[in-house]
């Protein structure tokens, strides 16, 4: 979207050929907002696609390119270093472009990075196709919020909407999942065309994306005041809330991504069970996270988002520890409740969206300072789980070090309560 001006009924002047013949958002039915949040979703929908495109085809990839195992890990932990870095600049970049512009970038860039993996030759060019991944990406999941920061000013709607996209690239990992080893690898017998398939999901994404935001309404006015407008990395952190907010995504991506990475080894390892046995048990975990982003966020007041994480939180302590110490015949119930970690994401969104220093000249400066930050903990979860691991503690040490981390986060969380129980932006004295 062109950028949006406090006190005005228009964009500035020259955005205004990025919308010709714009009404009010209130004018069109149904909701010209829930149009665009498809929109969004269509291409966070082939982030997640992509972010899994290379897991299942990993002997493949390994067996032509000749790479080693720690090779193939340095390839697949590009994008996140890559990430790291860029979010905050990509966050600026797209409060600047407006969110139409910084997300079609932004999937140009990612379907540029498909495309480069399908013609890579060797390490040096899967790594850097992989790499700019990391240069995309943020701008599509900075954008994400953005879009939801802008439009929906409605309380329950807008949770409802972090919900959804949040939602929308867990299920494309899936998706990428059963598409490559079911269903295009045996059709195409080739790792190159597989991924070239799924790299045009990203470009069918963009086209989806430029045709619904291209002809749109204006934002509705924010009613949150003129001192939450500040584009400035400097005026966030001073914020103690937007730094709690901060912390909570490196611990929620620590265990996020450290489960995701090595649950199914646990499970064959520590448990006992076959290698489709595990995938089946974790899916189920993954579908149970995904029921709970759709409706648990949306029926959150702000008021009590503080006391839902520590909840979460407890039960995901209690479930990773009750993985490695119940009988092999009770464990998938445990896998199952740990999945519910997925809910833990969209609910720092929304305390990240609803915070006193977050308005919607600066929502993707804040998404893209919050992902490169939690992306430390995206990083740090596998690799801290593997060499845990490693030990001669095991997956049950490794676990421990799980739910260490998870009561730790409770700390951060009663602060982050002084904040919320206030209501949107303020501090109960």
Not at 79 to 102: F, K, M, N, Q, T
């Amino acid at each position: 979207m062109g950028r949006w001006n406090r006190g005005s009924s228009e964009f500035a002047p020259w955005r205004s050929w990025e919308y010709p013949e714009m009404k009010p958002a209130d004018d069109l039915h149904p909701p010209y907002r829930w149009l665009l949040l498809s929109g969004v979703c269509s291409v966070y929908f082939t982030f997640g696609l992509l972010v899994m495109s290379i897991p299942p085809l990993v002997s493949e990839i390994r067996a032509d390119l000749g790479l080693s195992r720690s090779a193939m890990g340095l390839a697949i932990g590009a994008w996140p270093l890559i990430y790291i870095l860029s979010s905050p600049a990509c966050g600026h970049l797209l409060d600047r472009l407006g969110v139409r512009r910084g997300i079609a970038l932004g999937s140009l860039v990612m379907a540029a990075s498909g495309f480069l993996r399908a013609f890579a030759g060797g390490l040096g060019s899967f790594w850097l196709a992989i790499a700019l991944f990391g240069l995309g990406g943020p701008l599509v999941s900075a954008g994400a919020p953005k879009v939801v920061g802008l439009w929906f000013v409605e309380e329950r709607e807008r949770r409802l909407a972090i919900g959804v996209y949040s939602a929308v690239p867990a299920i494309g990992g899936m998706a990428a999942l059963v598409l490559s080893n079911s269903v295009l690898m045996p059709l195409t017998r080739s790792w190159r065309t597989t991924i070239v398939i799924e790299t045009v999901m990203v470009v069918l994404a963009l086209v989806v994306w430029l045709v619904i935001s291209g002809r749109g309404p204006e934002p509705p006015p924010s009613d949150r005041p003129a001192t939450t407008e500040s584009n400035s990395p400097r005026f966030l952190l001073a914020s103690s809330e937007f730094r709690i907010i901060l912390l909570l995504g490196v611990g929620a991506f620590f265990i996020f991504h450290g489960l995701a990475g090595w649950m199914p080894e646990a499970l064959r390892e520590h448990s006992g069970f076959s290698s489709m046995a595990a995938a089946n048990w974790v899916a189920l975990g993954a579908f149970v996270g995904v029921v709970c982003v759709l409706f648990l966020p949306s029926r959150t007041e702000r008021q009590k988002l503080a006391t839902t994480m520590a909840v979460v939180l407890a039960l995901l302590a209690v479930a990773v520890l009750a993985v490695v110490w119940l009988p092999t015949w009770l464990v998938p119930i445990p896998v199952a409740i740990a999945g519910g970690r997925s809910v833990l994401l969209p609910l720092i969104h929304v305390a990240l969206l609803e915070s006193e220093p977050v308005g919607p000249n600066n929502t993707g400066l804040a998404s893209g300072l919050w992902f490169g930050t939690a992306e430390i903990g995206g990083v740090a979860g596998p690799l801290v789980v593997g060499w845990v691991a490693d030990t001669s503690a095991g997956f049950a040490g490794a676990f421990v070090v799980i739910a260490a981390v998870s009561v730790a986060m409770l700390l951060p969380i009663t602060r982050l309560h002084r904040f919320t129980r206030g209501g949107v932006g303020s501090v109960t004295p």
